[in-house]
């Protein structure tokens, strides 16, 4: 990788200050080499010597100064000054800040009778903000943006083109992001970053998303600024990745290339060279520095690469984040944190993600890995540390669970506790779903339908073990915990309520999460609030995760604080499609019909169902063959490559426990066209919709539809007797055998009925999926 050293750019900067002085640049020299003998860096003699020496060696390189090709008087003080303005620019650079030369041109220009002229007197911009360094360009906007407003109108475009090179050289290089962020970003918002920063290069995606999403929020939203907080970050260059590539001899970088087989067999090999290297000796000094700052505050890396939170591909969950707990030694501490940045590094050439970049045609593009360090939100309590809540919220809702609710105004997904399970499919669990239009509308009804779609466990950092663990939500909270009237119910045996009381005689056993009162505060006015103003300035969707701090207020209203994570756009959303269903069906012409959680949208020419039978799912014999399914499923989405397809099959697929549905992963699923999952309590393979997580978002941004198709609804159906009786091609497509295979068919629609294809249709409140002749879907 070929880098300027910093002197080389100070010696660049010199020259392109100078020139904006031109008749003043030779006093301006005399003055650097005055603060050069005064404070012994060199000696007048001995700098007189080597101007001698140079320009006598330069003679030579050109053939002159002997007897033959004598140099005349005039040339050789031509050549003798510009070799001294050479060396002291030199000399200058490698030994003392450019902030002294900035103190020394004050004072040239206050020694000639006036003051330096104001940057943005002349309309021209003496340099090229492209090529000049970093610091110099900052400094001429923070000029720009001290002047009075007559002057500085005047610069406006000059200043605009500043912050563009700003924002391309610190945060990113996205024309999406770039047309909002130039608006919003100030000189002083770039020196807090490079203040931040370790290493050089970009600070990525997601610091950079989180950055302007809170810009906006302070300058557009100036009644709830006060209550919108950022956690302290610090940002890791995403040139420091090929650093420690470089350091550590690894040579992965066209992994992206290879097969899907080859990418997930060398993807463990990868996690543990990673594992085990090294970084700068410089990098690890500033690390060092960060943990002294911090102190035994947790932390949280985050990946933040060059391609997260883009417009039109968020990358949701694809790359890894860790929590270090940092309460050990600083030593301890150190070593946690490195590993889990060189975790975050590795994770880099995970198959999701580079499924997810292949699907998205993004495989080309040279994906460096930025770093986000932030402080974790929260507070300790019973010896654990964790937010009030957390949680994500989306300005549209492309799915709805009730007719009442407005898309337009959003949903939420709620928890207690670190926000990881409001985002992850969670085996046995579930946050709070709220849409924002009606936000104490539940998908539930039934205390008992309450009680069981609620959160048991949370995500907590245990401060005594320094780890990360899941615990039950009544084991972690007491009486006393601070914001328990706000986000628990009391489950009394037939009723679940808010606490009438807090004291000793509520149980713990009794607390339901349901945050039925923080929904009948100003969270969900203010949630609202940030959401429509950041959608109307980023022009579409978006979404952010955050955590909240509550604490008891005046009046017996809660005090909040709204702690911004993230916030990413969304272009695949569309709130004006409209869809049309089809009329007239005959019962034998439909497959299946959804009636809760719909999308918007159509699926044509669906040629092949890929079903894997509940029955024979969960009569399989081992953990190892449910694993062996996935991979099967996997084996699959390879070879019906190309072809219109969609897969059916039991539970939350894409659930870490294997009892709860099929344990795929994005990337063993991405060429699909919709997952159709089948839910019935009596089968034990209930499901909560995926609506809101990463996986939900990975679906819905790549084009796969999801649905749900429960057994216990009554208007829902599938038909299951098409799915049974069908002939399995599964042969044509994989010739092994196994146990797994046996869950498994893969239907071929117009051999079952000649001159038809499988449409499915979406108008948001219901979804049919029916079968109908080739020609319709031409």
């Known amino acids: 990788m070929s880098v300027i050293p910093p002197e080389s750019s100070k010696i660049l900067e010199i020259h392109l200050l100078l020139a904006q002085y031109p008749l003043l640049a030779s006093p301006i020299r005399r003055r650097m080499r005055e603060e050069l003998f005064q404070r012994g860096i060199i000696s007048p003699e001995r700098f007189e010597q080597e101007i001698r020496e140079k320009a006598i060696e330069s003679q030579k390189r050109e053939g002159l100064g002997d007897d033959q090709r004598p140099e005349d008087s005039e040339q050789w003080e031509l050549r003798y000054h510009r070799i001294r303005r050479i060396l002291t620019d030199f000399y200058f650079a490698y030994n003392l800040p450019i902030e002294l030369l900035h103190k020394i041109v004050d004072d040239v220009l206050a020694d000639r009778g006036g003051e330096r002229p104001p940057v943005g007197s002349e309309i021209s911009l003496r340099f090229n903000p492209e090529l000049a360094p970093l610091e110099m360009v900052l400094r001429q906007a923070e000029a720009y943006e001290a002047l009075p407003p007559e002057q500085r109108a005047q610069v406006q475009h000059h200043l605009e083109e500043l912050r563009v090179v700003l924002l391309k050289s610190l945060l990113s290089d996205q024309l999406g992001f770039i047309r909002i962020a130039k608006h919003w970003f100030t000189a002083a918002d770039f020196g807090e970053i490079i203040r931040r920063r370790i290493g050089s290069g970009k600070i990525g995606g997601k610091a950079a998303g989180m950055l302007l999403a809170y810009k906006i929020l302070q300058a557009a939203a100036p009644h709830i600024a006060g209550r919108i907080t950022l956690p302290r970050s610090y940002f890791i260059g995403a040139d420091v990745f090929y650093d420690f590539l470089a350091l550590n001899d690894l040579e992965y970088v066209n992994q992206k290339y290879k097969s899907e087989e080859q990418i997930r067999q060398e993807y463990p090999f990868i996690q543990e060279k990673y594992a085990s290297g090294r970084f700068p000796e410089e990098i690890a000094d500033q690390l060092r520095d960060l943990l002294r700052e911090v102190g035994n505050t947790p932390l949280i890396v985050r990946s933040s690469s060059l391609l997260e939170d883009n417009f039109g591909a968020s990358f949701a969950g694809k790359y890894l984040s860790v929590f270090c707990p940092n309460q050990g030694t600083l030593k301890e501490n150190l070593r946690d944190l490195t590993l889990a940045i060189r975790r975050a590094y590795a994770s880099i050439y995970n198959p999701d993600a580079l499924s997810y970049r292949r699907r998205m045609g993004l495989l080309d593009y040279d994906e460096r890995m930025a770093i986000l360090i932030q402080e974790v939100q929260g507070q300790a309590y019973g010896g654990y540390y964790f937010p009030s809540a957390a949680g994500v919220a989306y300005s549209f809702s492309p799915i709805v669970w009730n007719p009442r609710l407005r898309r337009e105004e959003g949903f939420a997904r709620l928890v207690i506790g670190l926000g990881t399970r409001a985002v992850e499919r969670t085996p046995n669990d579930y946050p709070r779903l709220i849409g924002l239009s009606h936000p104490t509308l539940r998908p539930e009804v039934t205390p008992q339908a309450i009680r069981q779609y609620s959160q048991h466990f949370m995500d907590v950092i245990d401060l005594q073990h320094n780890t990360l663990v899941s615990l039950p939500v009544q084991q972690v909270l007491g009486a006393d915990f601070p914001a328990l009237r706000w986000v628990i119910s009391v489950d009394d045996g037939e009723t679940i309520r808010p606490p009438l009381t807090l004291g000793l005689s509520l149980q713990s056993q009794q607390f339901v999460v349901t945050f039925e009162r923080l929904l009948q505060t100003d969270f969900v006015p203010l949630l609202k609030t940030i959401l429509s103003q950041l959608a109307e300035e980023y022009h579409s969707p978006v979404d952010v995760e955050f955590a909240l701090t509550i604490q008891p207020g005046e009046g017996g209203k809660p005090d909040l604080t709204f702690h911004l994570l993230q916030c990413r756009p969304h272009h695949s959303w569309n709130a004006d499609r409209m869809v049309r269903l089809p009329e007239h069906l005959q019962p034998a012409d439909i497959l299946l019909v959804s009636n809760r959680m719909v999308p918007l949208g159509v699926v044509e020419g669906i040629e092949y169902i890929v079903f894997v039978d509940p029955e024979k799912y969960y009569r399989l014999p081992s953990a190892h063959d449910y694993s062996e399914t996935a991979r099967r499923i996997a084996q699959l989405n390879q070879a019906l490559a190309g072809k219109n397809f969609i897969l059916i099959g039991p539970g939350r697929w894409g659930s870490t426990d294997f009892m709860q549905g099929v344990p795929i992963t994005y990337a063993d699923i991405f060429n699909t066209r919709a ?69 498994i068919k893969v239907i071929h629609i117009p051999a079952e009925r000649p001159g038809q294809l499988l449409e499915i249709r979406m108008d948001g409140n219901k979804g049919i999926g029916y079968f109908k002749p080739v020609t319709e879907h031409l």
């Open 675 to 743: 997952l159709v999952e089948l839910t019935s309590r009596k089968g034990g393979y209930a499901s909560e919709p995926s609506y809101g997580t990463h996986f939900f978002q990975d679906l819905v941004e790549s084009g796969i539809f999801p649905l749900a198709v429960s057994a216990e609804e009554k208007e829902d159906f599938l038909n299951v007797s098409f799915l049974q009786q069908a002939t399995d091609q599964r042969s044509v497509w994989i010739a092994d055998q196994s146990p797994a295979l046996e869950c």
